[in-house]
């Protein structure tokens, strides 16, 4: 009998968080208990989740930048079922896909005319690992440079460039060689590049975490400072491309020209994982530099149909919709809405982004009552204050957003570029409400704020492995 999915789902909706607990990620799922995320959606649309209950939850995290596009949007259902129903060849390997070959055409249509050649795999994380491959291969050397806060993946290679030491925590030795600068510290970039064993730069033109990007020309000099030394530069467009900041990729904003770029996230169209780096051929052949070097760097499911008729279709709907202008218009109105709550909320330090990637960052407050409640939170973790924040908008206005990192006190808000007036007027009336509703102290937002304390997130999950 065939697997009757539409039943399994009916019949088991609501068991999410005790499977998760005993067969996936538990800690994670004690998390999100603490910070009241532990919500069934029964179905999404667009901008929205919904419950069971038919609530809706507008969606301003879009699953890390995954749905650009919006959830669920019906040309990409249309193009899988299409796809389905031609029973192609899929991953036969020694073969040439057509597919592939179109969504490599198709994405190459949006590159700077120096980019010609496409690797595709399958997460943003695998890309990092094909673009610091290539660049090692091309240029015969081994070192990487990246910025502090950066965020390139967790896997090994990915891992060595991460900006934030937490996150390597626990996991032993990782790539030699790999060095972290300040964001718009030329004079360190250009002792390292001198060295002339670095293969690459690594820039996530506006970073993941915190969403900072240099004012200045930090970028172009870098760049400069590159072509001087031999050493590439990799603009890791994982967040940033297919108009997330109001052009087609982030580097477009300093007029880079980057060496290789990584894609990863919305091209899935919400659906199918699909990745890519996008080089020169001069570097890309420097991998494949032999005939019985043509699979040195490859990946089983990298070409597979699914993904790459989510890929085509995704880049059709960004087209057709005009997403990436929307981005751009979308985000400056909304960023004017919220640059304008500074006036109300001293809480408010600054409200930075660029096209749809927006963080508001919070600072010690003046008024007193509000001071007490910033002090209480920052002497034991400082991103409480934002994760507050971030609960509250939830429990309270069932607006998803996430803090940019930690400690930071940074929220940030990454809505798929189809927003308009509604869904705007929403987010900027629940955060003023929210910001309010702070002036109480002691008052109920406080108290989760005590919450969290209790349940300091740090706190040891588990004994380790192996311990007497
Ligand atoms: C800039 C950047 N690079 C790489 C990654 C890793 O992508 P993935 O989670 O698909 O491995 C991310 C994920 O957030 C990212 O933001």
Redesign the pocket.
Not at 225 to 245: F, M, S, Y
């Given at each position: 009998m065939p697997l009757d999915l539409k039943g399994l789902v009916t019949a088991r909706l609501g068991e999410n968080y005790a499977l998760h607990e005993r067969h996936l990620n538990s800690t994670l799922v004690h998390v999100q208990r603490i910070i009241g995320f532990d919500h069934v959606y029964a179905r999404a649309q667009g901008a929205y989740l919904y419950d069971l209950d038919e609530r809706d939850y507008l969606d301003f995290l879009s699953g890390?930048?995954v749905f650009n596009i919006g959830r669920n949007h019906p040309a990409v259902q249309s193009a899988l079922r299409d796809l389905l129903e031609l029973d192609l060849p899929n991953m036969v390997q020694m073969d040439c896909s057509l597919l592939s070959g179109l969504l490599a055409e198709a994405l190459l249509k949006k590159t700077p005319p120096h980019l010609d050649s496409v690797f595709f795999c399958?997460?943003?994380?695998?890309?990092?690992e094909g673009a610091i491959k290539f660049a090692r291969a091309a240029t015969g050397r081994t070192g990487l440079v990246s910025l502090e806060k950066?965020?390139?993946?967790?896997?090994n290679g990915?891992l060595s460039v991460m900006g934030d030491e937490s996150f390597r925590e626990g996991f032993g030795a990782l790539l030699e060689n790999c060095t972290r600068i300040k964001m718009g510290d030329l004079a360190a970039l250009e002792t390292l590049l001198a060295k002339r064993d670095i293969a690459a730069l690594l820039i996530?033109p506006v970073?993941?975490k915190g969403v900072y990007f240099p004012a200045g020309d930090f970028y172009q000099q870098a760049q400069r400072l590159c072509r001087a030394h031999g050493t590439l530069l990799i603009c890791?467009?994982?967040?940033?491309g297919l108009g997330r900041t109001g052009r087609w990729w982030g580097f477009e904003h300093w007029g880079l020209e980057p060496d290789i770029i990584?894609v990863?996230?919305s091209l899935s169209g919400g659906y199918v994982?699909v990745?890519a780096v996008i080089t020169r051929r001069a570097i890309y052949q420097k991998t494949f530099s032999r005939l019985d070097r043509c699979v040195v760097h490859s990946s089983t499911f990298g070409r597979n149909n699914l993904a790459m008729a989510a890929g085509l279709a995704t880049l059709q709907v960004l087209d057709d919709e005009n997403l990436v202008e929307r981005a751009r218009t979308q985000g400056a109105e909304l960023m004017r809405r919220l640059d304008a709550l500074k006036e109300k909320h001293s809480l408010i330090k600054e409200v930075r982004g660029l096209g749809l990637m927006i963080a508001i960052e919070f600072h010690e407050p003046r008024e007193l009552a509000l001071k007490m409640g910033w002090k209480l939170l920052h002497k034991v973790e400082h991103e409480l204050f934002a994760q507050m924040l971030v609960t509250s908008l939830f429990q309270k206005h069932r607006i998803l957003t996430q803090i940019a990192g930690h400690a930071m006190d940074v929220l940030k808000i990454l809505p798929p570029l189809i927003i308009g007036e509604r869904e705007i007027d929403r987010f900027v009336t629940a955060l003023d409400a929210v910001l309010t509703e702070c002036r109480s102290f002691p008052g109920p937002i406080w108290d989760l704020g005590s919450n969290f304390i209790r349940h300091s997130l740090k706190r040891s999950a588990v004994e380790p492995v192996g311990a007497a």
């Amino acid at each position: 009998m065939p697997l009757d999915l539409k039943g399994l789902v009916t019949a088991r909706l609501g068991e999410n968080y005790a499977l998760h607990e005993r067969h996936l990620n538990s800690t994670l799922v004690h998390v999100q208990r603490i910070i009241g995320f532990d919500h069934v959606y029964a179905r999404a649309q667009g901008a929205y989740l919904y419950d069971l209950d038919e609530r809706d939850y507008l969606d301003f995290l879009s699953g890390y930048s995954v749905f650009n596009i919006g959830r669920n949007h019906p040309a990409v259902q249309s193009a899988l079922r299409d796809l389905l129903e031609l029973d192609l060849p899929n991953m036969v390997q020694m073969d040439c896909s057509l597919l592939s070959g179109l969504l490599a055409e198709a994405l190459l249509k949006k590159t700077p005319p120096h980019l010609d050649s496409v690797f595709f795999c399958n997460s943003g994380a695998e890309s990092v690992e094909g673009a610091i491959k290539f660049a090692r291969a091309a240029t015969g050397r081994t070192g990487l440079v990246s910025l502090e806060k950066a965020f390139h993946g967790l896997s090994n290679g990915a891992l060595s460039v991460m900006g934030d030491e937490s996150f390597r925590e626990g996991f032993g030795a990782l790539l030699e060689n790999c060095t972290r600068i300040k964001m718009g510290d030329l004079a360190a970039l250009e002792t390292l590049l001198a060295k002339r064993d670095i293969a690459a730069l690594l820039i996530e033109p506006v970073q993941g975490k915190g969403v900072y990007f240099p004012a200045g020309d930090f970028y172009q000099q870098a760049q400069r400072l590159c072509r001087a030394h031999g050493t590439l530069l990799i603009c890791d467009e994982v967040q940033t491309g297919l108009g997330r900041t109001g052009r087609w990729w982030g580097f477009e904003h300093w007029g880079l020209e980057p060496d290789i770029i990584t894609v990863a996230k919305s091209l899935s169209g919400g659906y199918v994982p699909v990745a890519a780096v996008i080089t020169r051929r001069a570097i890309y052949q420097k991998t494949f530099s032999r005939l019985d070097r043509c699979v040195v760097h490859s990946s089983t499911f990298g070409r597979n149909n699914l993904a790459m008729a989510a890929g085509l279709a995704t880049l059709q709907v960004l087209d057709d919709e005009n997403l990436v202008e929307r981005a751009r218009t979308q985000g400056a109105e909304l960023m004017r809405r919220l640059d304008a709550l500074k006036e109300k909320h001293s809480l408010i330090k600054e409200v930075r982004g660029l096209g749809l990637m927006i963080a508001i960052e919070f600072h010690e407050p003046r008024e007193l009552a509000l001071k007490m409640g910033w002090k209480l939170l920052h002497k034991v973790e400082h991103e409480l204050f934002a994760q507050m924040l971030v609960t509250s908008l939830f429990q309270k206005h069932r607006i998803l957003t996430q803090i940019a990192g930690h400690a930071m006190d940074v929220l940030k808000i990454l809505p798929p570029l189809i927003i308009g007036e509604r869904e705007i007027d929403r987010f900027v009336t629940a955060l003023d409400a929210v910001l309010t509703e702070c002036r109480s102290f002691p008052g109920p937002i406080w108290d989760l704020g005590s919450n969290f304390i209790r349940h300091s997130l740090k706190r040891s999950a588990v004994e380790p492995v192996g311990a007497a």
